[in-house]
């Protein structure tokens, strides 16, 4: 398999932030150094702080990504020298891979304005200064100096330096050598400044401005620094009541902002079930702090001090410290946990029993995982399979490896505890009938006889201890969770051999900068210990998972969940991961008083689906419902619907938007020992309202192209081949004949001139027309002689010259053709009924009944724990499920009369129309309203006043598919507000829309 990159909404929002605060090349300097070749052009305010960019983006979310377009996109202005700054050598490998790999290379040579542009990765790595030898001259590494002298003068490569901070931070980066680049420089940081570099860095947070770092990046005299992260240093000034810390952006704040909040509530990563096998009150009480850590370590329980000297075992002050654990010094114990003052040690968690029980459950959680994403339910099996990873991070290598080639104690428990599932799985499945479960079936067989085997293929280990070994096997895993991502993704190999490991061990060697997206657990055999963040604990496995095809499963499309194991010394992390994403609140909320930054959230919020809204009406509104001063203070009692509650929380009813971007969902991080559900119950006698409707809407229909499709593709191209405005054919030059390389002052820099746009003024790039025919067959899929004869007339018309076919107007013809062909045949298509039904998120057509709870994240984002119960609705409430505080909340909390029989949010999946540009859509909301002649089902699409080019086409698609069941009394519409479903829903009642408006 591929894996495919799609870019996101988010990261183009991105894009777009750094176009719009880059402030470009310097056409206007007089630097007589500008036309240099070794170097970038100038560019405006070079070096000013003013003038750099900050990108704030949660782990998970595609930063990565993001500045490899950004260095494509600033290509385009001339600039070709980036060097990436990330704080260690695992981060670098993560880089390194990503860039480097196939799919991104494809990715990124299929876009029309990139095609014949190409990243010429160079890595320094700490041995690269090394003299082998110990003799003789002392060069620069070649991947330094081919970033050095590289030119200008190849116009279709972006050269990218790529370092860790130990390598700008080390003596080899000042040093001089024997060795002379660009006419004189023998030192690698001035060197790399003379070609006046745009630098990236990464995790901005690892490199705060008055570090020594920071300091060696500003050696390189970057003319723009671009910085990229989840979080950002901090600066603090003043003391005492004036002591202020702030986040150090250069502008003040970032450029673009993407944060925790946002990445977990808008479902562009996995949601977090934590858990941790429980003990016993009696084991819990027995509980040791860490008081005081240096030659000796210092624990205390009750009252009483127990002092260990390096190397004592902690059996000595509790037996339940099991395991041969010493204090190893360095604020360390032997199996690697890092301590720190007021740490908590619980003995019972340290016992192998306890490991065992975490490495269960984390067995099971795989396989729950593995099954669903196996099967794909809710597509009855037709979906591609999604491959299911689990991480299991553990405290000792020993315990793994094991010595001369024996397994340690620790794999060898894993293979009992999985084999066991193993069979239990085998057993369950062994009479299947259904297809999808007969390979399930065979892909357990092909894992138990992988485990068996002598070089087992199940699990893997990395640990940093493997760097270099040589044993194949060893290598062997290694390489497999390092490099071959798309291997560990994938079902088979080549020869239709299944590929059955899915299991990844390692102390904390892929902590940070390795990543795979379809981890789906993460077990912690012992407490980090360290002051890594919780976010950056499970970011491991936050990214949204690709099925077997390489495609990325939005939320929306298929909802994955991370879970996450720990030990029971643990057992805040849920609290803990909520407040510090929470902290990453772009403002800071007030339950006192409604402040400027709550007004202008609210305010911009609002203005997304209601553009007269303004701070006024806002005030007033607050003013009406009592629930601020006049000097906007949060009055203390207020009352709401009958009951008494605080202003603040009587604001949080009226406009929840302000908690939707200050605070993450409850759900999306949940503690799976908790009471807490994610099930919302249907009510079944309301379902049973629309039990014959929905038999209906469970019979399939597939879409039917017109006759006129083949026509209409060929219309659409007859237009673009004539080319009326002339901008389609195109005659593309080489960008460099204009340059001339002269030295001035022992400096190689280029000249332009009149006359060498004189002399090169007739040379054309061009390409072999069977290859410019072949492509633009491929990727429109117009019959070859059609294209062919079409080509023909159109070089005709432009008097014979072949100058014009090339690459940039092979581009124009494929991208104008599909934008065309798009928009022409969206109505040139019909809905054909199946003989067959299948099963929806709330339908079982196999049972033809409805099912008895939907996910509540298929329902909506956010709970409104202040809503009343309604007897017409569909689901259980309170609590209300919803995803927009407008219209949609608005929707849900208004009091319909008796003529309403039945109404409720639909879930996501719970049509499942067929759209004509791929996938499936459903609508919002249901009414059924009783009339008369017969009851009327009402369908709503909700959307924002100012619709999108994707919103338009959602309507015409729903809209053509309701037509076919206006006769069972569907009529179906498109609303930007509750007022305007209110209206609606008055005149189907009242009559005036009538039964002929819409009934064939």
Request: glycine share 6%.
């Amino acid at each position: 398999m591929k894996i495919q990159l799609e870019r996101l909404p988010h990261q183009i929002e991105a894009l777009q932030a750094i176009n719009k605060n880059f402030y470009g090349v310097d056409t206007a300097t007089n630097n007589p150094d500008a036309g240099y070749i070794y170097a970038n052009p100038i560019l405006k305010y070079a070096g000013n702080e003013k003038s750099y960019i900050d990108i704030k983006m949660e782990t998970g979310t595609g930063k990565t990504f993001v500045y490899t377009q950004m260095m494509y996109e600033m290509h385009k202005q001339g600039i070709f020298k980036f060097v990436i700054v990330v704080p260690t050598p695992s981060i670098k490998e993560g880089t390194r891979n990503f860039i480097t790999s196939d799919y991104t290379r494809q990715y990124f040579s299929g876009i029309s304005e990139y095609e014949n542009i190409s990243i010429q990765l160079n890595t320094i790595n700490a041995g690269d200064f090394n003299n082998k030898k110990g003799k003789g001259r002392r060069n620069f590494p070649a991947q330094l100096s081919e970033f050095i002298e590289a030119t200008r003068q190849n116009v279709n490569q972006i050269q990218v330096l790529l370092v860790n901070a130990g390598m700008v931070n080390s003596k080899s980066m000042t040093d001089d050598y024997d060795q002379t680049l660009l006419g004189g420089e023998t030192s690698p940081i001035k060197a790399i400044a003379a070609t006046r570099p745009v630098v990236i860095i990464d995790e901005p947070h690892r490199f705060p401005r008055n570090k020594v770092t920071y300091k060696a990046i500003e050696k390189m005299k970057p003319q723009l620094i671009v910085r990229f992260g989840a979080t950002f240093p901090q600066t603090t000034t003043g003391r005492g009541k004036n002591k202020k810390t702030v986040t150090d952006y250069y502008r003040g704040k970032p450029q673009f902002t993407l944060n925790a909040i946002d990445s977990f509530n808008q479902g562009l990563v996995k949601a977090i079930d934590i858990n941790y096998p429980d003990i016993t009150e009696q084991e819990a009480s027995r509980l040791y702090k860490v008081k005081k850590i240096g030659n000796q370590l210092a624990l205390s329980r009750g009252g009483k001090d127990y002092i260990l000297n390096k190397g004592e075992n902690l059996a000595n002050i509790d037996e339940g410290f099991a395991g041969d654990i010493t204090y190893a010094g360095s604020k360390e114990l032997s199996n690697g946990l890092e301590l720190k003052p007021d740490m908590k040690l619980i003995p019972g968690t340290f016992v192998q029993n306890y490991q065992d029980e975490i490495i269960t459950q984390a067995i099971k959680r795989h396989f729950e995982a593995e099954e669903r994403n196996f099967m794909r339910p809710e597509s009855e099996g037709t979906a591609p399979r999604v491959k299911t990873l689990s991480l299991f991070f553990i405290d000792s290598i020993a315990s793994f490896r094991g010595t001369d080639h024996t397994k340690g104690w620790l794999a060898q428990h894993f293979e009992e505890i999985l084999m066991r599932k193993l069979n239990q799985l085998i057993s369950k499945y062994e009479m299947a009938i259904e297809p999808r479960e007969k390979e399930y079936y065979e892909f357990l067989k092909a894992t138990v006889r992988d485990l068996k085997a002598e070089h087992q293929q199940v699990y893997a280990g990395y640990f940093s201890e493997d760097r270099g070994t040589g044993d194949e096997a060893i290598q062997a895993e290694v390489n497999d969770i390092l490099k071959n991502k798309e291997r560990l993704l994938s079902f088979k190999d080549k020869n239709g051999n299944w590929i059955t490991r899915r299991f990844l061990f390692s102390k904390w060697t892929l902590r940070e900068g390795w990543d795979n997206p379809n981890v789906f657990v993460i077990a912690k055999l012992r407490t980090s210990g360290s002051e890594i963040s919780k976010i950056q604990e499970v970011g491991r496995g936050l990214r949204l998972p690709v099925d077997e095809t390489g495609h990325r499963l939005q939320q929306d499309e298929f909802e994955s969940r991370l879970s996450f194991l720990i030990g029971y010394d643990e057992r805040d992390f849920v609290e803990t991961l909520v407040d510090q994403v929470n902290e990453d609140s772009p403002i800071e909320m007030n339950h006192d008083e409604l402040t400027n930054d709550m007004i202008q959230l609210i305010v911009n919020e609002r203005q997304k689906s209601d553009k007269s809204f303004n701070e006024d009406k806002l005030l007033d509104d607050l003013d009406n419902h009592n629930i601020i001063t006049r000097s906007n203070k949060f009055k203390s009692d207020v009352e709401m619907d009958g009951k008494k509650v605080s202003g603040y929380e009587a604001l949080v009813q009226l406009y929840p938007e302000v908690e939707h971007r200050t605070k993450v969902a409850k759900d999306k991080i949940r503690d799976k020992n908790s009471k807490f559900t994610t099930k919302v119950k249907l009510r079944k006698s309301n379902w049973k309202q629309l039990e014959d409707l929905w038999k209906q809407l469970s019979r399939r229909r597939m879409i039917k192209f017109d006759d006129k499709v083949n026509d209409s593709a060929k219309s659409v191209a007859e237009d673009i081949f004539e080319d009326i405005d002339n901008n389609i054919f195109v005659l593309q030059q080489p960008q460099i004949v204009a340059q001339k390389v002269v030295t001035d002052d022992n400096k190689m820099i280029i000249q332009e001139t009149p006359e060498d746009y004189k002399d090169y003024k007739n040379t054309y790039l061009t390409m072999k027309y069977g290859i410019f025919l072949k492509q633009l067959t491929t990727r429109t899929n117009l019959p070859v002689d059609f294209l062919h004869q079409k080509m023909i007339e159109s070089i005709k018309r432009l008097k014979g010259n072949k100058n014009y076919i090339n690459e940039k107007t092979l581009g124009n013809i494929i991208r104008e053709f599909n934008k065309r062909f798009n928009e022409s045949i969206r109505n040139l298509y019909s809905y054909i009924p199946l003989r067959f039904s299948s099963s929806t998120s709330i339908y079982d057509s196999k049972k033809q009944e409805f099912i008895d709870e939907i996910s509540a994240n298929d329902l909506g984002v956010y709970n409104d724990e202040y809503s009343t119960e309604d007897d017409k609705y569909l689901y259980d409430r309170p609590p209300l499920r919803y995803d927009s505080a407008n219209p949609e909340l608005k929707i849900l909390k208004r009091t319909y009369d008796d003529n309403i029989v039945v109404f409720g949010k639909l879930p996501k999946r719970a049509i499942k129309i067929p759209r004509y540009d791929n996938g499936t859509s459903t609508p919002d909301f249901i009414f059924k309203i009783e009339r008369k002649r017969k009851p009327i089902y009402l369908m709503i699409e909700t959307k924002a006043e100012n619709m999108r080019l994707g919103d338009q086409r959602i309507e015409l698609i729903q809209k053509k598919y309701f037509e076919g069941l206006k006769d069972s009394g569907v009529y179906y519409h498109m609303a930007t507000s509750e007022q305007e479903v209110h209206d609606l829903i008055n005149k189907l009642e009242t009559g005036e829309i009538k039964d002929s408006d819409f009934i064939n």
